[in-house]
């Protein structure tokens, strides 16, 4: 649950981060005073609610170490399908359910493109499928969508690229190996798709849960301030051993730097004869919107704006909106409405904002507040460095987070890597994973469960197969569905 997942930090074994008591905090310990009701501190520092208790004995690792007992790690390679799971056609009509209708056929043809395509489309069915295992309990702030795809670059306020995580509209709270397996199946049915041998996808999902266990196991030995910020981008190809990953990332980056909201807005926006701008009319991915509903998205821009640290005003203070127009992004996000906002400033420089749907994560969870605040304090919590605008808003009742759009943003296609990249990629995204992973979760916990030997990732590796597999008679049965005319498709789009 994600509003239970911020501060504290350290989730530990259990759902809560802290144990904190009412009451037993500075003066718990009654000294001179006490019969007036005044408590009065035996010590200096003692219990605050939001920090740790420096009185509560107890060790994350001895913790970690001990639900071994419960749930062996070799338990991990289970990828059983319940009874009752529901069809592939079911599951994907539910999830098509509340989407724009005419854009349903759009996504429905992305998702049958290829087995990793479907996987990137179905994550509903995944949590469904990964809720039903035996699972650790130790709780993290969850991607709830880490597959090898959602991993790229983006742009910091000053313009400096970093690599991360890019993808949080699944975030929740949850156990964090149900992260590393849909990172270690995707990682399976993209190396098949790229053409490599079946020992070479088993290494890449063995190789990705050993870099996340070496990860965490070295996080958990770091001042807590240095393992919070740890992997700098410029050692990630040192400290994963992706050596053979270097050329590919330098080619992304140079082409992350140019992917800009100036270069967006060139090619997507015209100049009239008054000398505004407005975006052009290139359907089915973009398109102009009748003058209520682009009147209402730019309006929703003033609640946003409250959602925003207050030393962000005056910086968008100084754009003026100009147009809205609906966009279509993603595998998994088609159907959904997304639009993107045009603002300039004084020079008529552009600054381009999305502002997209947020539905409720797929992954059990109990949050019950504005979806749009779910996925940015999701993001804030995993990221190192996040975008500085993010925030959230509400169109005719419906959630919507806000963020800026190609904000140099690049990514790597595991799909498309060569046999020998497909496990460093692996390595570089495990060790990802597992830093975000230690914002929410402590470190300590999860490596003494994962401990030192190689049984989890030969589990997880066990598991990632079979579930691959699995993922690739799900995607015969949609095309099954799509021939017999019982699901309606655009393919090739």
């Given at each position: 649950m994600v509003a239970t997942a911020g501060v504290g930090g350290t989730a530990g074994v259990a759902a809560d981060a802290t144990e904190g008591r009412a009451g037993a905090g500075i003066g718990a310990e009654a000294g001179i005073g006490a019969e007036a009701g005044v408590s009065i501190p035996s010590q200096r520092g003692g219990a605050v609610p939001g920090f740790?208790?420096?009185?509560?004995?107890?060790?994350p690792k001895r913790e970690g170490k001990a639900v071994r007992e419960r749930l062996p790690r070799e338990?991990?390679?289970?990828?059983?399908?319940?009874?009752?799971?529901?069809?592939?056609?079911?599951?994907?009509?539910?999830s098509n359910?509340?989407?724009?209708?005419?854009?349903?056929?759009?996504?429905?043809?992305?998702?049958a493109a290829t087995p990793f395509a479907f996987l990137r489309g179905s994550a509903g069915l995944m949590a469904y499928d990964l809720a039903a295992l035996p699972?650790?309990?130790?709780?993290?702030?969850l991607c709830g969508d880490a597959h090898a795809a959602n991993f790229g670059l983006y742009g910091d306020a000053r313009g400096r690229l970093v690599i991360d995580l890019n993808d949080f509209d699944e975030t929740a709270q949850g156990p964090w190996e149900w992260d590393l397996k849909r990172l270690a199946a995707s990682l399976v049915l993209a190396g098949r798709e790229a053409g490599a041998d079946e020992d070479a996808c088993h290494g890449a999902a063995r190789d990705a849960a050993g870099a996340y266990r070496r990860t965490m196991r070295w996080l958990a030995k770091l001042p807590v301030l240095d393992?919070?910020?740890a992997i700098a981008d410029e050692e990630l190809v040192s400290h994963t051993d992706a050596r053979d990953l270097a050329g590919t990332l330098d080619r992304v980056a140079e082409k992350a730097r140019r992917n800009t909201s100036a270069k967006f807005a060139s090619g997507a926006t015209e100049v009239l004869e008054d000398g505004s701008r407005r975006f052009t009319d290139a359907p089915p991915v973009l398109r102009r919107i009748p003058d209520a509903e682009a009147a209402a998205v730019a309006g929703s821009l003033a609640a946003y704006l409250r959602t925003l640290p207050e030393d962000r005003h005056p910086l968008l203070a100084r754009y003026a909106v100009h147009d809205v127009a609906f966009?279509?992004?993603?595998?998994?996000?088609?159907?959904t409405r997304s639009y993107v906002v045009l603002l300039l400033d004084h020079r008529g420089e552009p600054l381009v904002l999305q502002v997209k749907e947020a539905r409720a994560s797929v992954l059990p969870n109990d949050y019950s507040g504005h979806e749009g605040r779910r996925i940015v304090l999701g993001q804030k919590r995993m990221q190192v460095v996040s975008d500085n605008?993010?925030?959230?808003?509400?169109?005719?009742?419906?959630?919507?987070?806000?963020?800026?759009?190609?904000?140099?943003?690049?990514?790597v296609d595991p799909a498309a890597l060569a046999a020998d990249q497909i496990d460093d990629y692996a390595r570089m995204t495990g060790a990802l994973l597992a830093r975000a992973h230690a914002h929410t979760a402590d470190p300590r916990a999860i490596s003494g469960y994962a401990g030192k030997s190689e049984a989890l990732d030969e589990a997880i590796a066990a598991f990632a197969v079979t579930y691959a597999?699995?993922?690739?008679?799900?995607?015969?049965e949609l095309l099954h569905a799509i021939r017999a005319g019982r699901l309606p498709a655009e393919l090739g789009a």
């Open positions: 740790a208790d420096p009185r509560r004995e107890r060790s338990v991990h390679a289970q990828a059983r399908r319940g009874a009752e799971r529901p069809s592939v056609e079911v599951a994907v009509e539910a359910a509340g989407r724009l209708p005419d854009l349903v056929p759009l996504r429905v043809g992305r998702m699972h650790t309990g130790i709780r993290a702030q393992a919070w910020n966009r279509v992004v993603g595998t998994g996000s088609v159907g605008l993010l925030g959230w808003t509400t169109i005719d009742s419906r959630p919507y987070q806000v963020r800026q759009f190609r904000n140099r943003k690049g990514s597999d699995g993922v690739e008679s799900d995607h015969a």
